[in-house]
């Protein structure tokens, strides 16, 4: 195949001299693309538990995701498997996700039982397959 | 709208035809674009007692405004391999205290937290972040 594409490099940069790492786009690699950004509430009574949500994302293969939870502390945003520790070390709760070829799955993990309350989780699908 | 903006296809798909998956780049989805990246070590001191680990958080000013998506890599003092990173860490199963970091974010820092349940020794993490410009929204 001839040597065809695109490159895009930084600023300050000569896209014919430079490195893919200092090249913004090169049609010779793939780069991830977002399918799909949104926000749920996901309702957590009291005590322990999961409490769920799906979000139907319509690829036909587990694709690639970042998600994000509003929890009790909810002047932050807290990547999934963190911890919100503004309620540390007595209480345990945090954010869960995984996907399947149908479904994105949002869980509000609470392993202590605190109060009900309201999360929100945030979420990132990427149209790239998780795995091949 | 009219139907136009950029497509690049993978090699050997013709971009005309070929599937979202088969896209290395379409003007038609976003990416996630990096506003600020970088790494750094932390010195975690030990706390005695067992059952309160030790604590510090290392705080990232990101200057957006809003809340952007992220992503974080740390090491795990647990494995022999330290240049190793994942976005999690490993968390002790039964351990009293906690073993792994935690991510946040809110409209102006990122916040890492990292705890060290060793009641004896310091231990030192290696940390590396992105920050995006996507907005949780």
């Keep these: 195949m001839a040597d065809i594409g695109i490159k895009v490099s930084k600023p300050g940069i000569d896209v014919s001299e430079t490195d893919v790492k200092n090249q913004v786009i090169n ?4 780069s991830l693309k977002v399918w799909m950004t949104g926000s749920t509430n996901i309702t957590k009574s009291a005590g322990t538990g999961d409490f769920s949500v799906n979000i139907a ?49 949002l869980t509000v993990r609470d392993n202590s039982g605190v109060d009900a309350f309201t999360a929100v989780a945030y979420y990132i699908i990427l149209i790239d397959k998780a795995y091949e | 709208m009219s139907n136009f903006g950029i497509k690049i296809s993978q090699s050997g798909h013709d971009v005309k035809t070929a599937a ?29 007692d067992i059952f309160t680990p030790g604590k510090e958080t290392v705080e990232v000013a990101h200057g957006l405004g809003y809340e ?54 310091d231990i030192t993490f290696e940390y590396r972040y992105h920050i995006y410009y996507n907005e949780l929204a």
């Design chain 1, 27 to 30: 049609s010779e690699h793939n």
């Design chain 2, 68 to 121: 952007p998506a992220f992503f974080v890599f740390v090491n795990n003092p647990a494995w022999a391999d330290s240049a190793r990173l994942a976005p999690y860490a490993w968390r002790s199963i039964g351990s009293p205290t906690l073993t792994q970091p935690n991510y946040a974010v809110d409209t102006t820092k990122l916040y890492i937290t990292f705890y060290n349940p060793d009641n004896v020794n």
């Design chain 1, 57 to 105: 994302h319509g690829l036909g293969y587990p694709p690639f995701f970042l998600t994000y939870f509003k929890l009790v502390h909810a002047s932050k945003y807290w990547f999934q498997e963190s911890l919100d520790d503004s309620i540390l070390p007595v209480d345990f709760v945090y954010g869960l996700a995984k996907a399947d070829s149908t479904n994105l799955t």
């Design chain 2, 20 to 48: 979202k998956e088969n896209l290395v780049f379409s003007s038609q989805y976003d990416t996630l674009k990096i506003a600020k990246s970088g790494s750094g070590t932390i010195l975690v001191a030990h706390d005695a």
